[in-house]
């Protein structure tokens, strides 16, 4: 079974929808990320969790929300998506300290239309 | 700050051999570099600390330089295994070392 998982894989919606994207994991780690990629630019950081009382912005936070529900439990939410919230996203988590490998899901493919 | 990353992309002959950069404007703590195949997540290839040795995964090994505030991964006889997009993550010293600003990415092509 896979460490990290995330769902739905993939998502087609409308404009002006609420979506949540959720990410499940068993690694244990206490930190978690959430990344959107698109064609070009590689993954940017949109909101990280080093525990269940810690949640940070990223990069690119607007128009995005996060709740950590429990250690293995973190999810993304866009209360009101637009189109150019179409791309590839990425849950991540890491165990902490100095060696900070981070472990990606399989990714969720958003299209909002 | 996003690190750059040269080439974007390169071709290469099973067997050649290849570097793909990263460079930083800001004093670096630490830099990862993952690989993405096709379809697929990132996933780990090494972490290169401040002060640290290089590192090495298989035939792929990666330094950094401090003073230049740059890695540098070597893909040593290519494979046809090694194509993917490669991308470096950096971690910047002070209250955010643990959160990774990536690159652009490098696209690797390795062919027959």
Redesign the interface.
């Given at each position: 079974d896979a460490d990290v998982t995330q769902t739905p894989r993939n998502r087609i919606t409308k404009t002006g929808k609420r979506i949540m994207l959720e990410c499940s994991q068993t690694k244990g780690h206490d930190?978690m990320y959430w990344?959107r990629q698109d064609p070009?630019?590689?993954?940017?950081?949109i909101y990280?969790s080093?525990d269940v009382k810690d949640i940070?912005k990223?990069?690119i936070s607007d128009g995005y929300s996060v709740s950590r529900q429990a250690q293995a439990k973190f999810s993304l939410s866009l209360e009101s998506a637009i189109p150019n919230q179409t791309a590839l996203y990425?849950c991540a988590t890491?165990l902490?300290g100095?060696?900070?490998?981070?472990?990606?899901?399989?990714?969720t493919r958003l299209t909002v239309l | 700050q996003q690190p750059v990353q040269s080439p974007q992309a390169v071709i290469l002959r099973e067997g050649e051999d290849a570097v793909i950069n990263c460079s930083s404007s800001k004093a670096l703590y630490s830099v990862h570099w993952y690989r993405q195949k096709h379809g697929e997540a990132p996933v780990f290839l090494m972490i290169l600390l401040k002060g640290g040795e290089q590192m090495r995964h298989e035939k792929i090994s990666a330094s950094f330089n401090e003073k230049k505030q740059q890695s540098s991964l070597y893909l040593t006889a290519s494979q046809l295994s090694y194509s993917g997009t490669y991308f470096c993550g950096t971690a910047y010293s002070g209250a955010g070392s643990y959160q990774l600003t990536f690159g652009k990415g490098t696209k690797l092509s390795v062919i027959p």
């Open positions: 930190r990344y070009g630019l590689g993954l940017r950081l990280y080093f940070n990223g990069e990425f890491s902490g100095g060696n900070n490998e981070q472990f990606f899901g399989p990714g | -």
